[in-house]
């Protein structure tokens, strides 16, 4: 072979023998100025060209024999990174790396062999040096060579064995520790920790949480760390607005206008944060990769908050907060219930003119709300926390990523083609999720089997019948078992009951949908295995006082067809036919009978509930509600210290072993 090329060799001159050996070089500044001295000399002679392509052949198989054992053999340290990002369930795989000087990215199949994802990869290497070489012929008006001479590549493991070009790339990326390109050594970043989404909020209110909201890509919170630092220069804070397109601008990272803080997952502010802006740096980490900082764009992000503003020197709800200041102890949990107010409601032009016209809108913005509403809620700490008028926003920006710090999870359930709905969280101290189901009442009512002997009764009169199926409630029913209790299971029910005033007919009909829900999964989970104890908690905003019939069916068990407030929506939508409902739960009110649960000009009403079986659970305390003169101080609710219309109902309970 060696007398083959020195044959050929002899017939060139010194310029081909140039070329012969160039091959051999890696570094694009030498093959660069060969490549136009080669460009010059091949234009004034072309026969010297084919010369030079037939011996190139025979050195590839020379190149190809000596490359893994001159690899090996040299000391290489890591010069870059290829990031490979293969998800569950998806044919292809994300490869980012830097190839002739540039990122790119490659969408390659899961099961394609290495042999192919090579050819690409020269493709795109010899793509950018053609494009140097353009570059070289340009300014010397010659005409650029490309280079047929193969690349040298390939997969190490991390024994330092070459791994085989026919295997395909789902079956490497545990096994393999680098990759090689001509000198240049890549690591490889398989399914890296990362941030995609990391944002503060702009509104924020002294003596309020500050929580990040922030999406992880093979990260979660326990092992990425989290950085707070507070901004020191004057005319920093002054800045009230930030320009998203500019956050990591050298400016605002300049290390000499940011004081570090802590590395907790939040921040509690205070009255000398009031004035200061915020920075937070999280560096993310799993359990293979913990916080890995040494890896060019490893997914660290920086996210900037608005200026802290003074809040009050008191809320309506700081006085509950004095019985709710620790977590409860083994064998009790405490339970919520709170109509939160949907900015959708708020917001509108009836609510801020009319409705609510004391109140100032800045107060009713969501952006204030919010921050008190997550003052109020995390004071309370409960471990059942049931809420309505849930802005979908609201769940996903706000209450998931404040609540999940807080060791909470949750679950949201729309209503049919509205913008907010119910949801539920709950202390993963005390409880787990065995399943959650979102239940369109009407659309209960047509399809499921539980409720057919219902929605055949209702079919007797089609103006009663249509009147309840335009109805857009839902229950949000979720099953969960207690950490403490073994076998113990709570079957809950979150919803919010039609509004109208003249609709108590149709507020009993939705509420006997919901129960007869609620019976299906009990005997579901009673069948699945007959040891289990399967309790039942009924809550929410039912939009019914204490004497309708609404609660006389969920206290009595009973409401009888000729009940009066089948009369409610007038004698086109009376029943007419013998529409008596009954159940077996036994519910009872646990926060006694207050004067009231929903305050606002007009109206004042107790609606709101949790229900238990006295069977089942003991009330061991009731929290008190707000005093009087708090909740009318700025005329009704909400207000500027009163983040909602309704009042937020609180119990303890503790398991009836015996029910």
């Known amino acids: ?187 490889i970043a398989y399914n890296f920790p990362c941030v995609t989404k990391l944002k503060l909020p702009q509104t924020l209110i002294a003596g309020t949480l500050l929580y990040p909201k922030i999406e992880f890509e093979f990260a979660n919170y326990y092992y990425s760390r989290f950085e707070w630092y507070r901004c020191v220069d004057e005319e920093g804070n002054q800045q009230m607005e930030v320009d998203s397109e500019n956050e990591n601008n050298t400016e605002k990272d300049d290390p000499t206008k940011w004081k570090f803080l802590h590395d907790q997952k939040t921040h509690l502010l205070n009255s000398d944060d009031a004035g200061h802006r915020f920075k937070l740096v999280v560096f993310p980490g799993n359990s293979d990769h913990q916080v890995v900082e040494d890896i060019e764009d490893s997914g660290v992000m920086t996210a900037y908050s608005g200026v802290v503003v003074p809040g009050q020197d008191y809320y309506m709800f700081d006085s509950r907060h004095e019985h709710t200041k620790n977590w409860c102890g083994e064998n009790r949990f405490r339970v919520m219930t709170y109509n939160i107010l949907a900015d959708c409601y708020a917001s509108t032009e009836y609510a801020q003119s009319d409705l609510f016209g004391y109140c100032p809108s800045n107060f009713l913005n969501m952006s204030y709300r919010i921050q008190i509403l997550l003052k109020e809620i995390q004071g309370y700490h409960s471990d059942l926390i049931f809420l309505q008028e849930v802005d979908r926003f609201v769940f996903d920006d706000h209450l998931v990523p404040a609540l999940s710090l807080q060791n909470y999870a949750g679950a949201f359930g729309a209503k049919r083609q509205l913008k907010e709905g119910v949801a539920i969280f709950y202390n993963r101290s005390k409880f787990k999720l065995v399943n959650v189901v979102n239940r ?174 006295p069977e089942h659970f003991n009330i061991a305390k009731v929290i008190p509600p707000p005093l009087h003169e708090h909740v009318i101080e700025h005329s009704a609710l909400p207000s500027v210290k009163a983040p909602s219309d309704h009042i937020a109902q609180i119990v303890e309970l503790t398991w009836n072993e015996d029910g």
């Not at 140097?132 to 060579?145: H, I, L, P, W, Y």
């Not at 969960?480 to 149709?506: D, F, M, Q, R």
């Not at 004497?547 to 009595?556: A, F, G, M, R």
């Not at 649960?597 to 709101?608: L, R, W």
Request: hydrophobic share 35%; aromatic share 6%; glycine share 4%.
């Open 440 to 613: 369109i009442l009407e659309d209960s009512l047509l399809n499921d089997p539980a409720n057919s002997s219902l929605n055949e009764k209702l079919s007797v009169n089609p103006d009663l019948k249509l009147r309840v199926t335009q109805r857009a409630s839902c229950v949000l029913i979720s099953v969960l078992e207690s950490c403490e209790h073994s076998g113990s299971y709570i079957v809950t029910a979150n919803t919010h009951l039609y509004w109208h005033p003249k609709a108590t007919h149709i507020r009993l009909i939705q509420i006997a949908i919901v129960l007869n829900i609620m019976q299906n999964m009990r005997n579901e989970l009673i069948e699945s295995n007959p040891d289990n104890n399967v309790k039942c908690l009924l809550c929410g905003d039912l939009n019914a006082s204490l004497n309708t019939s609404v609660l006389q069916l969920l206290q009595t068990g009973r409401v009888p067809s000729n009940h009066a407030d089948w009369y409610s929506g007038g004698k086109l939508e009376y029943h007419n036919t013998d529409l008596s409902l009954s159940h077996d739960f036994k519910f009872t009110t646990t926060c006694g009978t207050p004067e009231y649960t929903n305050y606002v000009p007009g109206f004042s009403e107790c609606i709101d509930y949790i229900l238990v079986n």
């Open 1 to 187: 072979m060696f007398a083959a090329i020195h044959r050929l060799t002899r017939r060139c001159k010194p310029v081909q023998v140039n070329r012969c050996y160039s091959i051999f070089q890696a570094h694009d500044l030498r093959r660069n100025l060969l490549a136009k001295q080669q460009a010059i000399y091949y234009r004034q002679n072309p026969g010297c060209l084919h010369i030079a392509r037939s011996w190139t052949k025979i050195v590839q198989c020379l190149r190809q024999s000596i490359m893994a054992n001159r690899i090996k053999s040299r000391p290489m340290e890591f010069h870059k990174v290829m990031q490979v990002v293969e998800k569950q369930n998806d044919p292809t795989t994300i490869i980012t790396m830097e190839i002739g000087g540039r990122t790119r990215l490659l969408n390659r199949p899961s099961g394609e062999k290495l042999s192919k994802f090579f050819i690409r990869v020269g493709a795109n290497l010899k793509n950018a040096q053609n494009k140097k070489m353009r570059k070289v012929a340009k300014t010397t008006n010659a005409q650029s060579v490309h280079d047929d001479a193969s690349i040298e590549m390939m997969f190490l493991d991390r024994s330092g064995n070459e791994i085989s070009s026919d295997e395909i790339l789902s079956d490497i990326w545990k096994k393999a520790d680098c990759f090689i390109l001509q000198d240049v050594k890549y690591r």
